[in-house]
Nanobody, 122 residues
Framework: QVQLVESGGGLVQPGGSLRLSCKAS????????MNWYRQAPGKERELVAG???????NYKESVKGRFTISRENAKNTVYLQMNSLKPEDTAVYYC????????????????WGQGTQVTVSS
């Protein structure tokens, strides 16, 4: 019923930039929190950045000042602008959203995207 589809990953040199997008589609009444997570090989998935429906943001300490999360509510889309990328940013990046499918009174359900690979290497 609800799908999250990420795009924008790829290979970039250290110091470069990428912009990730994640669009939610399907039966959607409202979207609350939208987050970006990442998982590097052999490591646990970690929260990179989050944004509430009201626009309040939070970031992992190591990406503050380099990454910016934003959203377009009319398009059900969240973005992650990544600048000054470092090799340690290499990971699969996942979109996460809490979505109300039917009404303002329905409990939000949690959805994940399929992930997009970001590789930072010279």
């Amino acid at each position: 019923q609800v799908q999250l589809v990420e795009s924008g990953g790829g290979l970039v040199q250290p110091g470069g930039s990428l912009r990730l997008s994640c669009k939610a589609s399907g039966s959607i009444f409202g979207i609350r929190t939208m987050n970006w997570y990442r998982q590097a090989p052999g490591k646990e998935r970690e929260l990179v950045a989050g944004i509430t429906s009201g626009g309040t943001t939070n970031y992992k300490e190591s990406v503050k000042g380099r990454f910016t999360i934003s959203r377009e509510n009319a398009k059900n889309t969240v973005y992650l602008q990544m600048n000054s990328l470092k090799p340690e940013d290499t990971a699969v990046y996942y979109c996460y959203a809490e979505i109300q499918s039917s009404s303002a009174f329905s409990s939000p359900l949690r959805y994940w995207g399929q992930g997009t690979q970001v590789t930072v290497s010279s």
